[in-house]
């Protein structure tokens, strides 16, 4: 299989510039041989966010569709800090956390859009780990924000 | 004492069919000597799922229910993979989610029903770990969700 | 650098009492050289909590401070276990929850309260670790209520 940074290139994707901090946290950390991640938006190419309520505005399509935009952040946020993805292993735990409204119940299908790209680009086992996918109140009005925690070569 | 899947027996617990992934994530995952969960929902012998908002048609108790109910579901998970419950070791971290109104504020006696099982199970000691118990939208209107982390033997 | 417990004491900070359990869980729990905090609210000194919804009767200012409240309530309950808090090495991971309308969006600069104070005891490098900054429903109405994980020396 290819290695994931020649598989970003290889599926024709494009990261987003790698956000800047919010506020008082490092983007990524490294313990041992894990790698934690802060809570990422859906950061688009001009490095404007994708924002809106998901049942109020967005769809499910547009919801899954800003979850995928959080996976090519994350990826971004990656690999501005190491040069690459190849340090990767695996990814463990995800919680995929969407702005919707209370009656919104399709959060997993959401959530997809992430797992589904992760999946894409580490493999059916080393991209899919652990998950919750549930609903909140996200900063910035973002459609989707989610953090997550890998283990590394 | 008792190991645990002894002690299911001995306490007439029945556990519920092990629900498929509602997403694209694996239910549990094995990294060293923990274990992870994914986000269960309280699935009730006939398959069906617990649904509902506590503070709006379903109370308290109800909530407790449900949430003892995500016990069951999280070890007939747990089951399915190992066989049965005797590589847990003890119970490090619970995330317990209520689906609940903007003024329910009784989520740790929700989570409760959770921890309780949890408790009765693996003993007060190792039955027991640190928790958040907090109100959120869930998936398919479910009462409660509930993810966690367990050291193996 | 001053030590952590010597360093509460060159700023003038007062450690609340440590709350007890609001339910069944251990306020905090080792596991190898890891520190799991369970979710922590705002407790003032007289020991009653800091209540309230950010946007709808608090302000981003009153979040902020009830943020920095959490974070003196969890010093207070790792001084409690470890008699002082010299065993912390730094902190790993910040979840750090907001009780507020769905319209706010400055979840972040409400848990700058806390990572601010964490960065002040522990140093701009450990006292900084990844975050997420969301907004739920919170237990007791509380405010803010922020869990953490931390590496011990």
Chains 1, 2, 3 share one sequence.
Do not use: W
Request: hydrophobic share 40%; aromatic share 6%; net charge neutral.
């Amino acid at each position: 299989m290819e290695k994931p940074s020649e598989r970003i290139k290889s599926l024709g994707l494009v990261l987003p510039p790698a956000p800047p901090p919010a506020g008082l946290y490092k983007p990524i950390l490294v313990v041992d041989q894990f790698l934690y991640v802060s809570g990422q938006g859906p950061v688009m190419n001009d490095g404007s966010l994708f924002t809106g309520r998901v049942g109020d505005g967005l769809s499910l399509e547009d919801g899954k569709r800003a979850a995928r935009q959080v996976a090519l952040t994350m990826l971004a946020t990656i690999t501005t800090h190491f040069g690459d993805l190849n340090r990767i292993k695996r990814l463990i735990k995800t919680l995929g956390m969407v702005n919707c409204t209370p009656d919104f119940g399709n959060q997993p299908l959401v959530i997809n859009g992430f797992s589904e790209l992760m999946s894409d680009i580490f493999g059916k086992d080393h991209g899919v780990g652990v998950r919750s996918a549930v609903g909140m109140m996200l900063p910035g009005q973002v459609a989707v924000e989610i953090e997550a925690m890998f283990e590394l070569h």
